[in-house]
């Protein structure tokens, strides 16, 4: 039987109706983008958060630097956008070019406004908001996918993906095993998963004889391949899993919804502490 696909893309739509709503309530918001460079992947991103943050009614303010910008450059645009009392919300897409420090740009961010939960300071809690591992877990609680007690997978451990979503599933009482490019045998602990979460970054790595029958499959990996976009689960796998999330339409939304949440998040503290 054919998994279910689980539609990343219409539960965004309706978490982004959600923070159009309380956008409404709050009168302004904004979030400010920083794009240095950046190849076409994220020129993309950037006009997807801000055509989303626009239809949400968020003043949404696209900044862009030539990529020959210096780190002290930057740093500067970061400190005005820190000090600038109408952006609750900030993110600079990376990677930043090399020979800019990605740590000492994502420090000098204000942690209040730090929408991707990067900054170091208050790591615990900032690291479970970042919004592709909030995206994941929305999607499970969508589709009721029983996490107590459930063995979970998560294969890569990334600071921005695989590490905070297997810290989320382990709040929602999963047991959980990381891999990375050092597992021995994936297969084998792919296979025992009930909950599989594939972040690569490697195109249809995960096939369908590493999937166990009836699991649900997460795929978090955005790679870009002469066929397009494709995930890092082999589509095959809808013939075994009983849900699997489509590249694209699945946990791509779904970040960008979250990230949209984590604004509003952004401006409500900052109301709360009186800093605007
Ligand atoms: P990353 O920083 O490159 O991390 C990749 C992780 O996968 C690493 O931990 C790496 O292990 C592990 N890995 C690589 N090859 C492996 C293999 N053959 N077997 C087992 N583990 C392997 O990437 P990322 O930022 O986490 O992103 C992962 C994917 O998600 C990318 O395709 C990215 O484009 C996509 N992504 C999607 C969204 C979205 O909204 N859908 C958001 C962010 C990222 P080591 O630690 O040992 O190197």
Redesign the pocket.
């Known amino acids: 039987m054919a998994a279910t696909m689980m539609d990343g893309k219409a539960l965004a739509e309706r978490v982004r109706a959600e923070v159009a709503e309380e956008v409404r309530a709050f009168g302004e918001i904004g979030l400010a983008t920083v794009l240095v460079g950046g190849g076409a992947a994220s020129q993309v991103y950037i006009r997807l958060k801000q055509e989303a943050a626009a239809k949400a009614g968020i003043a949404a303010k696209d900044v862009r630097l030539p990529e020959t910008t210096s780190e002290a450059e930057l740093l500067e645009v970061v400190a005005g956008l820190n000090a600038d009392d109408a952006v609750d919300a900030l993110l600079v897409q990376l990677p930043v070019p090399k020979g800019i420090d990605e740590a000492k740009v994502i420090r000098a961010l204000d942690p209040d406004k730090d929408v991707d939960g990067l900054h170091p300071l208050n790591a615990g809690e900032l690291m479970l908001a970042r919004p592709?591992a909030r995206?994941v877990m929305e999607i499970l609680a969508e589709y009721r996918i029983e996490l107590d007690g459930a063995r979970a997978v998560v294969?890569?451990?990334?600071e921005?993906?695989?590490k905070p979503v297997a810290q989320l599933l382990e709040q929602a009482n999963a047991t959980v095993t990381i891999?990375?490019?050092?597992?021995r045998d994936?297969a084998r602990v792919t296979l025992d998963a009930e909950v599989l979460v594939v972040?690569?970054?490697?195109a249809a790595?995960i096939s369908p004889d590493m999937v166990a029958a009836g699991a649900a499959v997460i795929d978090?990996?955005?790679?870009r391949t002469d066929a397009g976009l494709v995930g890092?689960v082999d589509p095959g796998v809808a013939n075994v899993a009983a849900y699997l999330t489509p590249v694209p339409g699945g946990?791509?939304p779904m970040?960008i919804a979250c990230l949209l949440q984590n604004a509003v998040g952004c401006a409500r503290l900052r109301r709360e502490n009186g800093l605007a």
């Open positions: 592709t995206g294969v890569g451990r990334s921005i993906v695989g891999c990375h490019s050092h597992t994936l972040a690569a970054g490697r790595m978090v990996g955005i790679n890092d946990v791509g970040t």
